[in-house]
């Protein structure tokens, strides 16, 4: 018998339907099979948290009924626990089928079916769309968008003081601009963790003479780095495009308002003021789910929210590596994912280095969340992180089906 190895046995990425077509139609699979087939090769687990126990086990029963199967907690079998997690396993198929049952039942289910199938087109084609900046668009899902940092403070861990004036700060926007910027996000107070902060007019006063310099002249949009809602308003005032909030306008209950009024994006990044999580990820994306349904409550549509995990807020280091390697759970919210990584001190404790010597580790883990999904880099260094970006791009975000082109 000829050894297995000289049969090229190996996995194959299989992330898509197309993909899934792709590489049975080089197998010479019946074209009229490949329909049939393609959803066959797919599979994807999908988690779901705290389903009461008469859900979880309807969707235990209707996997395998299809051929697939739920995973539960064994409590809920053996001693009828009220809830569990459940972990649907099976192929892209089977879990259309599961969908399709779910569909004609009570409305509870059908919520379920329609959560399912939402999520489930994301193997079709990934999320993408465009982004109204108050007038200037940014298409995401094409390309990483770069988003530059221009901090006009003078106590920032990274930068502080080196763009604290009118002149200095127009400068550094043009080299991001000219370097590859999409977008610029101007900060008037330090955000790092444990910092006290500063008062609105404090902020606004350092924010003011730069922004009233920079909006007629940029050619890109400005997103304003803020946790206040009154900075907030006196920027998009000013015609600033995007707000980008710390607090997921979980802080300032204002903050929501004041930005769909104006009809603006907004970036929305988890942030608590502790380190404790019994479940942190699902913890995170409930979070966010919180705030993108603020958003949408108060008018703003789901392109013009952006979702960012927030690490290095709210999260020791560790936690911050395993969230970074589980970034693409976040591409279940549907929304442009964000990724700011640059210069922080996560790199710092873990690698012991200083601010000046983290532009490496920076791109790694950039380069890293491009392959699990983040659309947007928030970075100091746009030239670096930029061709970087370029480079991932054209592996990541080719045509959906052709990684099997030269079989």
């Known amino acids: 018998m000829k050894d297995l190895k000289a049969y090229n046995m190996r996995w194959l990425k299989i992330d898509s339907l197309l993909q899934a077509e792709r590489a049975l139609s080089q197998v010479g699979v019946d074209p009229g099979g490949l329909p049939y087939m393609n959803g066959k090769a797919l599979t994807k687990p999908i988690k779901l948290e705290n ?22 907690h064994k409590d809920l079998l053996d001693n009828g626990a009220p809830e569990s997690d459940v972990l649907l396993i099976g192929t892209y198929k089977q879990l259309t089928k599961l969908a399709d049952r779910l569909a004609t039942m009570s409305a509870e289910f059908q919520s379920l079916a329609q959560s399912l199938c939402e999520l489930m087109t994301y193997l079709e084609e990934p999320p993408a769309g465009i982004i109204d900046c108050r007038g200037k668009s940014l298409i995401w899902g094409q390309k990483t968008l770069i988003m530059g940092i221009l901090n006009v403070t003078p106590d920032s861990f990274s930068d502080g003081g080196k763009f604290d004036n009118i002149e200095n700060a127009l400068k550094q926007a043009e080299k991001m601009v000219a370097d590859g910027a999409d977008m610029l996000d101007i900060g008037g107070e330090s955000t790092r963790p444990g910092y006290g902060g500063v008062s609105a007019e404090e902020e606004w006063s350092r924010l003011e003479p730069v922004l009233k310099a920079l909006i007629p002249v940029c050619s890109v949009p400005i997103s304003i780095d803020t946790q206040k809602a009154a900075v907030a308003a006196k920027s998009l005032r000013l015609g600033a495009h995007i707000i980008n909030d710390i607090w997921g306008l979980q802080k300032d209950p204002e903050m929501a308002g004041i930005i769909a009024e104006y009809q603006a994006p907004v970036v929305i990044m988890h942030n608590q003021d502790h380190t404790e999580y019994k479940n942190m990820m699902g913890e995170i994306l409930s979070f966010l789910e919180r705030s993108i349904e603020m958003a949408l409550d108060c008018g703003l549509t789901q392109n013009q929210i952006i979702v960012d995990p927030g690490i290095g807020f709210g999260k020791t280091p560790e936690q911050n590596m395993e969230v970074l ?21 996560v790199i710092g404790r873990t690698l012991n280095l200083p601010v000046d010597q983290r532009l490496e580790p920076t791109i790694a883990l950039g380069t890293l969340g491009i392959v ?4 947007i880099l928030r970075v100091h260094d746009v030239p670096e992180n930029k061709k ?12 959906r089906g052709e990684d099997y082109e030269g079989k």
Do not use: H, N, W, Y
Request: aromatic residues 2%; positive net charge.
């Open 51 to 72: 389903v009461p126990a008469p859900v979880a086990l309807v969707l235990k029963q209707e996997m395998l009924s299809s051929g697939g199967d739920a995973a539960v």
């Open 325 to 345: 390697s589980r970034m693409e759970e976040f591409k279940s919210l549907g929304c442009p994912l964000l990724l700011g990584v640059s210069r922080k001190s």
């Open 372 to 375: 699990a999904g983040a659309d």
């Open 388 to 399: 970087a970006a370029l480079i991932t791009d054209l592996v990541i975000r080719r045509k």
